[in-house]
């Protein structure tokens, strides 16, 4: 089947703003008697409860969390995106949709990228009204950095913390809904089904996870911001409670997932330490604005750093590989994620890791720090600067930009990064795959949306960074609310679903089922222990580098885990009761299937594109693409074991498909 | 290192709960919270109910963890939240007391876990500034002196995890309360509700049966995001102010 993305026709520039104009509206009388469902509080649920509260819907908004505040978002650090040319150094809405396709390696949708960066302008706006303090400047106007893969300044940030201020932004919004009355919040609920009614989204069964009762909730529709699915792999930068679940429930009710191989690897991370770590740190990425990645060029200095006889500090300069500034000298260390990820495994797997592990690269701020030091220096009047106060000026700006940042890296490893340079090393960071919808952010199951990182719109096979919080927040601001109600308008004569209807009864008896089943394995192993070797064979056969032969065998021993998990699987306690192990052991369950999923489309994918790398598909060294061959989106409708590939073309009118060259 | 751990258990609200003592093993390398996984999953190997405690982000910013460590909401390091605590500050044999957050208002759920949602409402209650979504102007079009914008933020910078409270003898939520209106009242945007806001922030803390301020100072200490305290003072003022009619505004 050939699948219709519901891009609308007319001139890249004119779409958007044409098709809002002339798309059906639902008048506000109306909008009281529909009822929506919001899944997920992070910056695209929230965003989307508010404003879909504001407009008049009856909104019931869900979250596994205590508080809608402690999404994952809330953790995001560097900054978000927008084309405000606030710099005046040629950016444009046109310039940050070309860097967005062309950082996807041309897997995206231009019609929804597009959108995407002519709504950017409107999110900063939105964020400074609500008071989120974002960086400024002395004139008191707005300040930015730059991020990866990118030549102009447009990310806007708040110091370190900038997905906490902006969540706690639309967290307020939601708030303030929640005390008019027009959106109902339900922590603490997590959603287990989706339930279908003639073909439509209609409710989900929820699990109150305090007393542990099934829920039924019933609505017009259902849109799902439940976030990303990196902690298939177990260890990542996700908050711990990052799942799958509610996307993967979704797909075993028919909707398609889109590109689930497209995972990305962030280069910047503290290294793993240990086995008993079940989570790894990032350091943003905004670090490499300032930071130089290096190795040492000599093994007899990498021995002496593995045992400690030496630091970074006594290499001396020649005998440094900057390996991101050798091979990519047009963006240096600003190079997009995918490529400075390989390029660290590289540079680790010919033996030049500096810590024991030998899985770490330097990012050194002693350039930095002299640079702005004499600087500094400078601007007081002092233009002969010692030694002394050079590195105690710039050592000041460094702390002022990323204090946070460097406090954190402290507190983990128990090394000063004003003194040492960082250790850092890839790790699992952010998913572009996810539930495939349409323009309207439609599912193929009508009446189901889906936002931010649970969907597979934008990013195509790579984000940059500061694009998901971006993305989040325009579709749950500026474009849900809108393209909801192309399926809303239809629904106008529809009364209340009933919660009674047979297929609700279906779901929870299901979902029951489930739930007890898993109780009732009693085997012998933690769902912990099981995790742990899910992401073991994830990043093995389908993490960095991928191969045929390896996403076979991957696949092989996911199969074999998944009979082994509900044979031997144990968890304790009761279903009618708060059971955080068995919370957990669903959602593994769950990461298990989709684990088998993103193998199945690694291996269909027979070509190398921003995150999914195939070793067979190389050219001196770079990602290889094959446009003519694998120009679309996969979208799996999933069944174990006759997984159907529904493909749908990807058309570039506006942009020529180059090989994407950073050098 | 070889440790001794002195934990709350507590089956359910209902329960009156107890202190259990655990033996774990553990290195100095790992965070607090790596070494309660690792007790957890004693725990499971022998089919006992594993110790529920809040955790998400383990980053320090998503404010779920919660433990009371050896008398300390988040344990003996300043400005630090239990999942950045390290096990390096403890000692080989050390017997460490593990106990959730001691607050009315706060009620145990189980263990170390307990229900924080009085800041949800508290926040409902006139945390935020009334902009529809699409009403902004121009982000630029109010340019916000930087320091000011600094001191907003550093109010801002609170995360929700309640210690203030539980480090408070009176179990009081005004850092928490203060934080919020003063990082809304200093920037102008927020400035216009400001009056409205202290009243309606501080009446629902109070219904929410949090205790009075006595000045003990505990709160900040305690506090992982490290908060002035003189946001309370400056909250004071400015309640006062809007309640006998010469508050302009929190600055
Ligand atoms: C450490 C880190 C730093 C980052 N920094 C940046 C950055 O600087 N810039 C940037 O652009 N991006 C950044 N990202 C990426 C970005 O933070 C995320 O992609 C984005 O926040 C995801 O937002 P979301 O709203 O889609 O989902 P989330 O924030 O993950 O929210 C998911 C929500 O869904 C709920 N939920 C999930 N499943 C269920 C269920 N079954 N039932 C009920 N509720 C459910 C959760 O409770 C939660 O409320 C970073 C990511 C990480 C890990």
Known sequence: MKLDGKTPKGPLDDKWTNYRSKMDLVAPNNKRRLDVIVVGTGLAGASAASTLGELGYNVKCFTFHDSPRRAHSIAAQGGINAAKNYQNDGDSVYRLFYDTIKGGDYRSRESNVHRLAEVSRNIIDQAAAQGVPFAREYGGLLANRSFGGVQVSRTFYARGQTGQQLLLGAYQSLSRQISLGSVKMYNRHEMLDVVKIDGKARGIIARNLLTGELERHAAHCVVLATGGYGNVFYLSTNAMGSNVTAAWRAVKRGAYMANPCYTQIHPTCIPVSGDYQSKLTLMSESLRNDGRVWVPKKKEDVMAIREGRKTGNDVPEEDRDYYLERRYPAFGNLVPRDVASRAAKVVCDEGHGVNSTGLAVYLDFSDAIQRYGKSEANTMGNHNPDAATIKRLGTAVIEAKYGNLFEMYEKITGENPYVYPMKIYPAVHYTMGGLWVDYNLETNVPGLFALGEANFSDHGANRLGASALMQGLADGYFVLPYTIGTFLCNEIRTPKIDPNAPEFEEAETSTRTRLEKILNIKGNQTVESFHRRLGKIMWEYCGMSRSAEGLKKGRQMIRDLKAEFHRDVFVPGTQAEFNPELEKALRVADFIELGENMMVDALDRNESCGGHYREEYTENGEAQRNDEDYTYVSAWEWDDDQPILHKEELIFENVELKTRSYK | ?251
């Not at chain 2, 607090?32 to 594993?50: I, Q, S, T």
């Not at chain 2, 390096?88 to 189980?110: H, L, M, Q």
């Open chain 2, 1 to 251: 290192m070889d440790l001794i751990l002195k934990v709350w258990r507590q089956k359910n609200n209902a329960d009156s709960g107890r202190f259990e003592k655990y033996k774990v093993k553990a290195n100095e390398h790992m965070s607090f919270l790596e070494m309660m996984d690792v007790l957890n999953e004693d725990l499971l190997a022998k089919k006992e109910e594993p110790i529920a405690f809040e955790h998400d982000c383990r980053e320090g910013i998503c404010g779920s963890c919660n433990m009371v460590i050896d008398g300390r909401p988040h344990g003996p390091n300043n400005g630090t939240t239990t999942c950045q605590l390290h096990m390096r500050f403890f000692k080989d044999g050390d017997t460490i007391t593990v106990e959730p957050w001691r607050v009315k208002a706060f009620p145990v759920i189980k263990d170390l876990v307990v229900d924080r949602s009085a800041f949800d409402r508290i926040i409902q209650s006139g945390g935020y500034i009334s902009v529809n979504t699409g009403q902004a102007q121009d982000a630029n079009a109010i340019p916000i002196e930087k320091d000011l914008a600094g001191q907003a933020f550093d109010a801002a910078t609170c995360i929700g995890c309640g210690a203030c409270a539980a480090a408070c003898p009176n179990a009081s939520a005004m850092l928490f309360t203060s934080a919020k209106i003063n990082h809304l009242g200093l920037l102008p945007q927020g400035e216009v509700e400001h009056s409205k806001r202290v009243q309606a922030m501080v009446t629902q803390m109070d219904e929410e049966g949090f205790g009075m301020c006595s000045n003990t100072g505990a709160c900040e200490v305690d506090c992982p995001k490290e908060i002035s305290i003189s946001n309370i003072a400056l909250m004071n003022r400015s309640y006062f102010g809007s309640v006998f009619g010469s508050d302009k505004g929190s600055k």
